[in-house]
């Protein structure tokens, strides 16, 4: 079995499960830490505001098939039983998503990696791709017992998808849009979008940082790209929540939050390298 080949050194804190909804930090006290693999209800910072592009589209007076087309860099990863959000980035082979999708709790991949794909849907039909597992670049493979800011992954794929173009890459301004490939306790089994503030930057040792944003999320999600609202530019992805009460909505606070992570630094430099070969 292939292994991540990773960047940094061994922290203290904890990112995120693959469901999405079982992560908190061991620095908070009093607030839960769910049991990896628990399907839970969706986080809803506030009132629930996550469309369809359809949706979408019609709020924003904008055809739909521009607003497909737009973010069609958006798929589907599978590791084993593992699900999470993956986007073609900078490249027509090359994904990123978070960390924790193909490795558990124990810093173990979640399957032979040679066998986790991407899925994609391009003009109506969907498509699977093989990663190549030794081209995976991680900022841990111990995402759990890290800073979040390391639960980022890359990778290239076996062969180039065509008919969806890939994201750009950026910096982060004062609020993002959340693409989701899938919500699983959403209403909606589809592609979400939902534009929400960044709340917090908060620096790490590794070059990027995290950021606490008001978006919701559901199970599925992780991974997913956060992007400059109306555009392609792709700034972070989305790692994981910290809740008291995760299957209850409510205002955005220290308490109840939900958080990804910037490109920049290494994980910025592990796409790039990547994408130039």
């Not at 062969?159 to 004062?174: L, N, Q």
């Not at 978006?215 to 992007?227: E, I, K, P, Q, T």
Request: net charge positive; with cysteine.
């Amino acid at each position: 079995m292939s292994s991540c080949k990773t960047f940094g050194i061994v922290c203290i804190c904890i990112s995120s499960s693959i469901s999405m909804a079982n992560s908190a930090p061991l620095s908070l006290p009093m607030i839960p830490i769910n049991q990896a693999g628990m399907l839970q209800n969706i986080v809803v910072i506030g009132g629930e505001s996550r469309e369809t592009l359809p949706q979408h589209a019609k709020r924003t007076k904008q055809t739909t098939n521009s607003i497909v087309s737009r973010y069609n860099a958006t798929g589907q990863v599978k590791c084993g039983r593992s699900v999470g959000t993956a986007q073609l980035t900078l490249k027509n082979n090359v994904i990123t998503t978070a960390a924790h999708v193909f490795y558990n709790k124990y810093g173990k991949a979640r399957s032979d990696l040679s066998s986790c794909t991407f899925r994609i849907q391009v003009n109506g039909s969907w498509q699977s791709y093989d990663i190549d597992p030794s081209t995976l670049r991680c900022g841990s493979k111990r995402p759990y017992s890290e800073p979040s800011n390391k639960d980022w992954a890359v990778v290239k794929l076996k062969k180039r998808v065509k008919g969806a173009t890939p994201y750009r890459i950026g910096s982060a301004g004062k609020n993002v849009i959340l693409l989701a490939q899938q919500h699983h306790n959403w209403r909606k089994r589809s592609k979400s979008i939902e534009l929400c503030d960044i709340r917090e930057k908060k620096r790490g040792k590794f070059g990027n940082r995290e950021i606490s944003i008001t978006c919701d999320a559901g199970d599925g999600a992780s991974g997913s790209a956060l992007l400059r609202p109306g555009s392609k530019t792709m700034v972070g992805i989305y790692v994981g929540f910290r809740s008291a009460h995760p299957d209850k909505s409510g205002p955005f606070s220290k308490r109840h939050l939900n958080f990804g992570v910037t490109i920049e630094g290494k994980f910025r430099q592990a796409i790039q390298k990547l994408a130039s070969r």
